[in-house]
């Protein structure tokens, strides 16, 4: 089946500085894929929609010039967190569907990325 | 405004019985409903896509109804095992490439 990679699984940071975590769609193409950030005991809020060769569309509330958001490729978006904080410490998931199937069909998730800014 | 609510933070079942979570949505028209699985510290897993048109969709041990006019979906696992301990989320999505709109999810624990 479709799988999606996201790395790093996991990362530390001090407050301050940027954290750039990379989501590919390895067997097939997705034009679009989405980004979702989940607190503890949360469900998965949409944080933006990332569509390749065009800028990202951010749900409101969600600040474009913090979580910056790259689609150069059919097969590789990626997020930047600039000048993170405590607060932005967080679960983050990448997500894509399969350009070739029925449009109505399953999103694939990455496997998260667990960011602890300190 | 628009809700999706799945009514049980948590449920304890025995093994070998059936499992019935319950999601309820609220202003949405969704074309179709998808339900995962979510285990700490992963990403979500597809496990069962049901259409707007369609009233049950089965697969192994999983069952899942859609009633459009009561605005519910029904998750049932059958001889439930440990291994079925997850939490299980609720998916929407209106039309076309939207996105995902996911409820809180439900943490199953099967106890042996």
């Known amino acids: 089946g479709a799988v999606v990679s996201q790395h790093p699984s996991w990362v530390i940071c001090k407050s301050g500085t940027s954290v750039k975590i990379e989501c590919r769609s390895l067997?097939?193409?997705?034009?679009?894929m989405f980004w979702y950030r989940q607190f503890p005991k949360q469900s998965l809020m949409l944080m933006a929609t990332?569509?390749?060769?065009?800028?990202?569309?951010?749900e409101q509330g969600v600040e474009k010039d913090k979580f910056l958001i790259n689609h150069a490729s059919l097969t590789l978006s990626t997020l930047t967190v600039t000048s993170a904080h405590p607060e932005d410490s967080s679960f983050y998931i990448c997500?894509?569907?399969?350009?070739?199937?029925?449009?109505?069909?399953?999103?694939?998730f990455g496997q998260g990325t667990r960011l602890t800014v300190v | 405004s628009q809700k999706i609510e799945q009514n049980s933070e948590a449920l304890n079942i025995q093994e070998g019985k059936t499992a019935t979570l319950t999601c309820n949505y609220t202003?949405?028209?969704?074309?179709?409903l998808q339900w995962y699985r979510q285990d700490p510290g992963r990403g979500p897993v597809f496990l069962l896509l049901?259409?707007?048109?369609?009233k049950e969709k089965r697969k192994e041990r999983l069952k899942v109804t859609f009633d459009t006019t009561l605005k519910q979906s029904l998750f049932h696992i059958t001889a439930s095992q440990p291994a079925d301990s997850a939490t299980y989320l609720c998916?929407?999505?209106?039309?076309?490439?939207?996105?995902?709109?996911f409820g809180k999810g439900t943490r199953l624990s099967v106890i042996a």
């Open positions: 997500s894509a569907r399969d350009l070739l199937k029925d449009m109505n069909t399953e999103a694939f």
């Open positions: 067997d097939f193409q997705a034009t679009t």
């Open positions: 990332s569509n390749e060769g065009s800028k990202a569309t951010y």
């Open positions: 202003n949405y028209s969704p074309a179709y």
């Open positions: 049901i259409r707007e048109n369609e």
């Open positions: 998916a929407l999505v209106n039309s076309g490439n939207t996105p995902l709109v």
